[in-house]
């Protein structure tokens, strides 16, 4: 029923309704780290200012994110989202040809990865 309303209701709207109506409920735990929807929030609202004003982007512009399965990824996620951008999920352990054909695949413009994704040339 939520897919047939007019605008849909996406997952971005969903997180927000729980983040106003349990702010401190936990929402993720990683390691010994527990991450509440308030938590969430702010850290992605940081993100996705930081990400429009640094890196000037704008709703429309598809991003390839290359994270490991880490916190980061979630709140990468819901950044982009409040900020319009479409997201290219990639697999962290992919590498090679077949990284090369995810990124042209995506026609990402720009790709997050945390520093322990970064490529050496050799």
């Known amino acids: 029923r939520r897919l047939a309303r ?4 996406t997952l971005l709207d ?3 309704q729980h983040a106003r109506s349990r702010p401190r409920r936990p929402l993720l735990r990683f ?8 938590d969430v929030e702010r850290i992605s609202n940081r993100a996705a200012w930081a990400l429009s004003r ?7 512009r598809t991003v390839a994110v290359f994270l490991p399965n880490e916190p980061a ?21 992919v590498r090679g040809r077949a990284l090369r ?6 026609q ?3 790709v997050l990865a945390s520093p322990g994704e970064r490529g050496h040339r050799g």
């Open 6 to 9: 007019r605008p849909a209701v």
């Open 14 to 16: 969903v997180f927000r």
């Open 31 to 38: 390691q010994e780290e527990i991450y509440t929807f308030e």
């Open 54 to 60: 640094r890196l000037e982007l704008r709703p429309g």
């Open 73 to 93: 990824y979630l709140w990468t996620w819901l950044a982009l989202a409040k900020l319009g951008c479409p997201m290219a999920c990639l697999n962290c352990n």
């Open 101 to 106: 054909h995810a990124l042209e695949a995506a």
């Open 108 to 110: 990402a413009t720009l």
